[in-house]
């Protein structure tokens, strides 16, 4: 009779927390890619390239540090790449433009730099402005405002035509150089090196679909998806999440060449494309095999440049005008884009990062305080005890079990949930599999839960054989009535304010998928 009590109570209070889970946020569900790209060709070479027009390699390269002014007294260095006796007359410039992962000239751009430079390109690598620019605030436009003094210093440089001059932007880049194209319509052309094109917030999420979908993770991970990159994350911020760089694609005329790598898991690719071929003007498009986000391969010395890369890049802006419009459009290897980056839905209880990160800590501290209440006040009772002789007041023997159950469990499985979601996100990051950690870790998360609630099942229904008394009978006299009141006050309030923090923290793994019906 008491394992059927326990197990039907467990059940009901599985049931109601999966329902809680459910209806508390949003579901994960893109939608497929309609339909793929049609590319021209398997090749990647450009279209309408000059015969002879420079090949990297073709030049000695001066590397140069140097200094470029910005507003307000500001400066931030860079690295000028300049070829060596590229015959008389004016050559192209090229502006490199950041992404997320870099902001150190030295660090940066230094293969694609180097290689067009030798092609007959004169390329500057600015550094980041990073004082400005962290996690939590960006702002694209002032990051244009800040690389258009890069433009500048390049078109002065002797031996560039000023005219000439363009960017290459990488991956976040791609947000801002855009908006440089705007603001300076004098730019010649512009290379997006993995460019998103949607908004940040759907590129996230779309980069982590794409990284738990290789890690093979149960399916019941994939809602916390937009339950995390929907949120309005902890202490304010990240207002360049949805930042939208499509108007500024829509009044581009300039040329665009973007080339995507088709190992990169983190770039909507083929929808990327679509956006560009339906906003931009003139755009041309490759696709490299094999290629990584900053179209690198691996060979057994390490990743370098993909071999055709930089002599496509060459051809291309050494080319323009010609090569700006010449087919094929879209070339290389065939894409595999399976789901649509899309607007990532707001969760509906947890949609502040702060209401979340509050009610863990007061769920945290009511487990703190709860149990050094009730053992408090025992620990006392057995003290006046040795000391009067007088019987203390303490937790009824019965509950004591379950209770200290309900709490632990709930505190290790979050801890569980949070050491399992971390080690999720790293082997999705390092593209590697185990099924041990996938797989193993999340049964492991779900049988600690429902450990959790068979604790709690047990205190509901010891509770209901007790009718609620949560104190042991104690025998007092009428000097003594005050003190055993004061005791069992203690004593209840410890006991409901541990069970509401287990509580909350069964809310909070309810709403994380703990306890979803099904795998």
Do not use: C
């Not at 829509?250 to 983190?266: C, F, H, K, M, R």
């Not at 679509?274 to 696709?287: I, K, M, N, P, W």
């Not at 080690?423 to 099924?435: F, I, M, S």
């Not at 005791?487 to 541990?498: H, L, M, S």
């Amino acid at each position: 009779m008491v394992i059927f009590r326990t197990v039907a109570t467990s059940a009901a209070v599985l049931v109601a927390l999966a329902l809680t889970g459910a209806v508390a946020g949003p579901v994960w569900e893109p939608a497929p890619v309609p339909s793929h790209l049609r590319l021209g060709s398997t090749e990647t070479a450009i279209g309408g390239a000059l015969p002879g027009g420079g090949e990297p390699g073709d030049h000695e390269v001066r590397e140069s540090e140097v200094t470029i002014p910005l507003a307000d007294g500001l400066e931030v260095g860079g690295l000028l790449r300049e070829p060596i006796d590229a015959g008389p007359g004016e050559h192209p410039g090229i502006v490199f433009v950041h992404g997320a992962g870099t902001g150190k000239a030295v660090d940066a751009f230094t293969l694609a730099a180097t290689a067009l430079a030798s092609a007959g390109i004169t390329t500057l690598v600015p550094d980041k402005r990073l004082d400005n620019y962290s996690t939590r605030h960006r702002d694209y436009e002032a990051m244009a405002r800040d690389y258009a003094h890069s433009v500048s210093y390049l078109r002065d440089v002797p031996g560039v035509d000023p005219d000439r001059v363009g960017l290459y932007a990488e991956s976040e880049g791609a947000w801002v150089s855009p908006v440089m194209m705007v603001d300076d319509p004098r730019l010649a052309f512009q290379i997006l090196v993995s460019a998103p094109v949607v908004p940040p917030r759907q590129q996230a999420a779309y980069a982590v679909d794409n990284y738990l979908r290789n890690t093979d993770v149960p399916a019941g991970v994939f809602r916390a998806i937009p339950r995390a990159v929907g949120m309005r994350l902890p202490g304010g911020g990240f207002e360049y999440a949805d930042f939208d760089v499509r108007p500024w694609l829509e009044q581009q005329d300039d040329p665009i060449l973007a080339v995507y790598g088709t190992n990169d898991a983190s770039m909507p690719l083929e929808q990327g494309t679509q956006e560009l071929l339906d906003t931009a003007g003139d755009v041309t498009v490759r696709f490299y095999d094999h290629a990584n986000h900053g179209i690198n391969v691996e060979t057994p010395d390490g990743l370098v440049l993909h071999p055709d890369f930089a002599t496509d890049v060459a051809d291309w802006v050494l080319g323009l005008p010609a090569t700006a419009s010449a087919p094929p459009r879209l070339a290389g290897a065939q894409p595999r884009q399976v789901y649509l980056a899309a607007p990532v839905p707001q969760p509906q209880w947890y949609g502040d990062g702060d209401w979340l990160v509050g009610v863990v800590i007061t769920a945290a501290g009511l487990l703190l305080v709860g149990p050094l209440l009730v053992g408090g006040t025992a620990l006392v009772g057995r003290l006046a005890r040795r000391r009067t002789g007088r019987p203390g007041v303490h937790l009824a023997r019965s509950l004591r079990a379950p209770l200290a159950g309900l709490a632990i469990g709930a505190v290790v499985t979050t801890v569980g949930l949070a050491v399992y979601l971390a080690a999720v996100a790293r082997l999705a990051l390092d593209y590697e599999k185990n099924a041990l950690v996938v797989q193993g870790g999340w049964i492991g998360v779900r049988l600690l839960g429902i450990a959790t609630v068979v604790a709690a099942a047990l205190l509901l229904n010891r509770l209901r054989d007790l009718r609620m008394s949560l104190v042991e009978p104690v025998e007092t006299t009428r000097s003594d009535t005050s003190r055993a009141g004061a005791a069992g006050i203690a004593v209840r309030t410890g006991f409901w304010a541990t069970v509401l923090g287990a509580t909350a923290l069964l809310v909070t793994l309810a709403y994380w998928g703990a306890y979803q019906l099904g795998i």
